[in-house]
């Protein structure tokens, strides 16, 4: 017998339920403290609001069979496995799947809680909502469809798909077989647009010097957009959490503070992704990840991105919930590097030996800057 086709309602709820109104706090999340002038919700209920649900749905009510099917792992983290599958609409999408709650370490970290998933949940869809935005819009961070919270064992064709990745790149993850899960295992799972393939994984496949400057320009532009409006910090943004999808369109376009700006897209369209460690305000609202007694975070040696941790630290004297949009110029200056120094298809002739001098240039200049905004605004390779 077939599954009646629920997929459509679920995937057409609207995104931005009237929750953020009650959420008039201070939130602190990860070693996390949510304290809530809204007492009589708890976290859990945040988070079903979020959903535009009660209770958690059973997986085959949030993804149909054919569509399971079709799903093929595509990335991890520590919190996170992602599958790609098509949605009602027959577009690719991204589902990033994250366990909760559980009392089992997973990938050798404790399971989220309600509390902990809930910034990363309002970060996405605010994030995802600048591209509706009147005086500061951009498309330069992934879009969220949709989100749901699901309780059941994992199900078997994502656990095929699982193996099949772990065969083909081999995966740093606990399998998330019945063996290790219980039936009433709680999950987050965030419905992504499907953003393209990360930095880190498309060496030498970009074009040449060229796109290269295009990337960096996008996702300074996407940075000052979501400064101007949310006051924003990524605060992780290694190239893993950059992606890039081929298009057709010439130029991509943004409004900062009103004002519309187009850039150049040489075929490629970028796509921020992953905010556990993001700040951002909305109203009286702030939201920040305090990392301040996190120490494993700031011991990392061996790659430029593990100093960004201790730059950032020093910039703001290791108060998280404090705004320091110089944090996304670190953050810059460090995809320079992995851009001048990444494989590319071709020299680009003239056009990519002057994008390579215009990069080393960026890299030289862009630590002056006091945000993404003050890097777009004045910086010479952006004008
Ligand atoms: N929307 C998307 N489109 C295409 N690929 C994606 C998308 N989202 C995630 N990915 C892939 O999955 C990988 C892991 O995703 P992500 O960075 O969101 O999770 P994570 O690193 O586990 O995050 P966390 O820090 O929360 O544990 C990415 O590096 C990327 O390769
Ligand atoms: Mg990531």
New binding site residues.
Partial sequence: MRLPDVSQDLFTTPLRTPLPKRLQAQLLHQHSLVVCEDADLTDAEKVYAECGQQCPLSWEECILPHRMKRCVK???????E?F?TTNAAGET??L?V?PLEGSEKVNGEDQKTFGEILP?IIISKELSHLKEKQQNQTHGF?GLNDLHCVQGCYPPEFLKAWDAFDQRKGSENDRPGTDFFEKDQLFIILE???????L??SNGTLASFVVAKSVLHQVTAALAVAEQELHFEHR?LHW??V?VKATREKTGTFLLDGEAHSMETKGVLV?I??Y??SRLEIDDLTISCDISNDEELFMGQGDYQFEIYRLMRQENGNKWSSYHPRTNVLWLHYLCSKLLSMKYKSSGGRGGKNAREELARFYDDVLQYSSATDALQNCPMFW
């Fill in positions: 595509i990335g991890e983290g520590t919190f996170g992602v790609s999408v991204a990033k994250i990363e992934i992504f647009e499907f953003g393209g393939v990360d880190e994984n992780d893993g959490n992606l796509r992704i992953d556990s460690l």
